[in-house]
């Protein structure tokens, strides 16, 4: 007796079920050849900075951490000590305005989507408001008619009053009169003139200044010219801190050449505060004073 042959459409689906379970077999057989590869170990996770710039007390801070190596994302989280007061961990970045000077000490941690970690300790030292620089420029050369010199500081954050003392040989030159000027409207000037000396007294009118700014400018005009001109300038600086009750004050001197220079344009006297006095300077004067306009 013949066995009755097996319908075509019957056929076709098992030759399909057999393909197919030979393909699924292959796919696997791949996957496990790749999975070495998923578990090689590459680059070591690890945070990129060092170290950290420091903050100024009552300015905004933001430093955003790097990570490298491992597998992305990364997750960042504090792992032990102190961030500086008003400074947070957000996203992987430091931010926020510090309220308290000091150094602090912290550890951050990143992780990984492999689950690796990483710890890394920072130190973040949070300073006061750095003193502005006093610029006031000078001829090298020798004068032979009026010369106008300017007084200029840069690097101000919330300068609030200044008080500038400029003083020079009176043998040689005199201060002409009603010369000094301030720039604009924003600041109020107070003038004591005497033989070989002029101190200006300046408060600054609604807000304060920040950058660089000129404070103002005067003329001295040479007696029996040519003459060689030096100025000795002492120079203090009123600034409004963070603390709406705290004054920062600043002093410096600056001090030009007594002998003929050579040829050569203009040379710029310039200083930070909180330097140390003149040696010539009166007894007593530190050059760093807490007595303002």
């Known amino acids: ?27 696997l057989a791949l996957l496990a050849s790749c ?36 597998l992305r994302p990364y997750t960042f989280e504090q792992d032990g000590g102190a961030l500086p007061p008003g400074i ?31 710890v890394q300790d920072f130190n973040l030292s949070v300073t006061d408001v750095p003193p502005p620089t006093f610029t006031l420029s000078t001829p090298l050369t020798e004068v032979r008619e009026a010369v106008t010199l300017r007084v200029r500081v840069s690097g101000a954050r919330e300068l609030t009053a200044a008080r500038v003392l400029v003083t020079w040989d009176p043998a040689k030159f005199t201060l002409r009169p ?22 200006v007294d300046l408060a600054v009118l609604g807000r304060s200044l920040n950058g660089e700014h000129t404070l103002y400018s005067f003329v001295l005009e040479p007696l029996e010219p ?20 705290k ?9 030009g050449s007594r002998s003929p220079t050579p040829a050569g344009g203009e040379a710029q006297q310039s200083g930070r505060a909180g ?5 010539e300077a009166p007894d007593g004067d530190t050059g760093q004073g807490e007595a303002g306009p």
């Open 226 to 245: 040519p003459n060689n001109l030096w100025l000795e300038a002492r120079a203090e600086f009123i600034s409004q801190g963070a603390d709406p009750n």
């Open 275 to 279: 330097e140390e006095s003149d040696p």
């Open 247 to 255: 004054r920062h004050h600043f002093t410096r001197i600056s001090e």
């Open 178 to 199: 009603g010369s000094v000027v301030a720039p604009g409207r924003d600041l109020a000037v107070l003038t004591q003139e005497a033989e070989g000396s002029l101190q």
């Open 1 to 27: 007796m013949k066995r009755s042959a097996e319908p075509a459409k019957a056929r076709t689906v098992r030759r399909r079920k057999a393909a197919g379970a030979i393909g699924v077999a292959v796919l």
């Open 88 to 118: 947070t961990l957000q996203n992987g970045a430091l931010r926020g305005t510090p309220t308290q000077l000091g150094s602090f000490e912290f550890s951050i941690a990143v992780s990984d989507g492999n689950l690796n970690k990483t």
């Open 35 to 70: 999975a070495g590869e998923f578990d090689t170990v590459g680059e070591a996770l690890r945070l990129l900075q060092p170290s950290l710039p420091n903050a100024v007390i009552g300015e905004p801070y933001e430093q955003q951490l790097h990570a490298t190596g491992g």
